[in-house]
């Protein structure tokens, strides 16, 4: 395939030497005359290891050429990659001025060509710029429609410095945000050799899936660091810690708390969350991202009570009440903590779960609902029919299987649904709303 790679930077050159090794014809485009000369010698515009090898072999081959042309290099290939810089404004936003500088020369090309053109963005942009920005101009500079006269794809880069030729070669995954199907397939058959799950989606899927990747290593990075200063403060070794912690690939390594909803909750999280930010202060160690954890779950818990109240309706059923299915725990349950802010602010609640029963709960479970919701048997009703017909919202709290069929159930009409657990196929629906979808 012939493509052309806009910006030579550290993206756009590595995936120029990949491109040419498996094959590909690549033109490189930069403003930098000196980068443009120095690959054309067959040389690399930055130090990573085995890149120079392979823009040498491409330069040889006559696979990588590099030009200041953007026009040339639209015209004369079938796909363009947008891989410039998107640097950090003083305020923290993107600076996108040469995404729309290069999404305008690309437009002005396209404007000229006959055959369907393909335009991919590996640079990494917010979700919503391809849509409001990079479409816009390119459809304003060539007087052509996207997903029509030509495709729109965001292909995001997940390589890292020092190692970014076995990244490119062995990737955990290669995503696809596409417009169109047409779009996409270009890149489908770039990345076909490769070892690796090809994962297609929507154009701000994708671009939300790279942020949330590189702010996930940001956070472990972080999270480990405090960790290790509270360990190394009372005499462990916190690397010994955490290679312990990473071997358990079942819940410490895994997807299992990787899906968002609502607040975590039971008698361990918080109060070992509580503990451990207590000892870091007596130790006097700033720990800025463990004391974020409680703060952040609980305006979880507040974000679902505005949901509720905005949908404007006064009879809620909520569907379990203990902090997660198949317990009958409420200790710290969010479920109780939402409860009581609707029955606070006179909401008529109505209260399933069926391994709550009033009458069996003893103990420090039983002091706990007494001090939070003292007229909890009021509330529980044993029938879940019933406890449905009440309400005008229905909250999935917990995720008991039969709660599924709740959501699946067309009998509803006029109720509207509000799943906090993750059983709704899809995204928010006329009457069927989740608390992160």
């Known amino acids: 395939m012939m493509i052309s790679i806009l910006g030579l930077g550290y993206v756009g050159a590595v995936c120029a030497a990949c491109l040419s090794k498996r094959g590909h014809t ?3 485009v930069d403003v930098a005359q000196t980068k443009i000369d120095i690959i054309n010698q067959g040389r690399s515009p930055i130090v990573e290891p085995g890149l120079e090898t392979l823009i040498q072999e491409g330069v040889r081959n006559h696979r990588i050429t590099a030009t200041t042309n953007v026009r040339q290099a639209v015209l004369e290939s079938d796909l363009s990659m947008i891989c410039v810089g998107t640097p950090s404004k003083a305020n923290g936003d993107l600076d996108l001025t040469f995404v729309r500088t290069v999404c305008q020369q690309i437009g002005d090309a396209l404007r000229d060509k006959a055959t369907r053109h393909t335009v991919v963005v590996r640079s990494t942009v917010l979700p919503g710029t391809i849509r409001d920005v990079v479409i816009p101009a390119l459809e304003h500079a060539s007087g052509k429609k996207a997903g029509v006269d030509f495709g729109v794809a965001m292909n995001p880069e997940f390589l890292r410095e020092s190692s970014a ?9 290669t995503v696809i945000g596409e417009l169109d199907d047409a779009s996409g397939a270009p890149l489908v058959e770039i990345y076909q050799e490769l070892d690796a799950p090809l994962i297609r989606r929507p154009i701000e899927v994708a671009e939300m899936i790279k ?3 590189n702010v996930w290593h940001a956070t472990k990075v972080a999270f ?3 960790i290790g200063n509270i360990s190394k403060a009372v005499g462990i070794d916190g690397r010994d810690v955490m290679n312990v912690v990473c071997q358990d690939t079942e819940l410490n390594i895994s997807r299992y708390y990787m899906r968002p909803g609502f607040a975590f909750g039971g008698s361990c999280l918080p109060k070992d969350v509580r503990a451990l930010t207590y000892r870091a202060r007596q130790l006097d160690l700033p720990q800025p991202l463990l004391n974020s954890l409680m703060p952040s779950n609980a305006l979880q818990v507040q974000l679902a009570v505005d949901r509720i109240i905005g949908f404007g309706k006064r009879k809620i059923s909520l569907l379990g009440l203990s902090f997660k299915s198949g317990t009958d725990d409420l200790r710290e349950s969010p479920l109780v903590e939402l409860a009581e802010r609707l029955i606070g602010k006179g909401y008529e ?3 399933y779960d069926a391994n709550v029963q009033y009458a069996r709960i003893h103990g420090s479970n039983r002091d706990y609902i007494e001090s939070r919701i003292p007229h909890l048997s009021s509330l529980l009703d044993d029938s879940l029919d019933a406890v449905i017909d009440h309400g005008e ?3 999935i709290g917990n995720g008991e299987k039969i709660f599924q069929s709740v959501v699946d159930s067309q009998e509803h009409t006029g109720k509207r649904l509000f799943d906090l657990v993750g059983f709704m196929d899809g995204v928010t629906g006329q009457d069927q709303e989740g608390v992160c979808w």
């Open 224 to 226: 480990a660091n405090e």
């Open 211 to 213: 942020y949330t990747c």
């Open 165 to 173: 030729i076995a990244d490119y070669e062995n990737p955990p995954m």
């Open 393 to 395: 919202v229905i909250v």
């Open 349 to 351: 609640l109505k209260l």
């Open 26 to 28: 690549v033109v490189g």
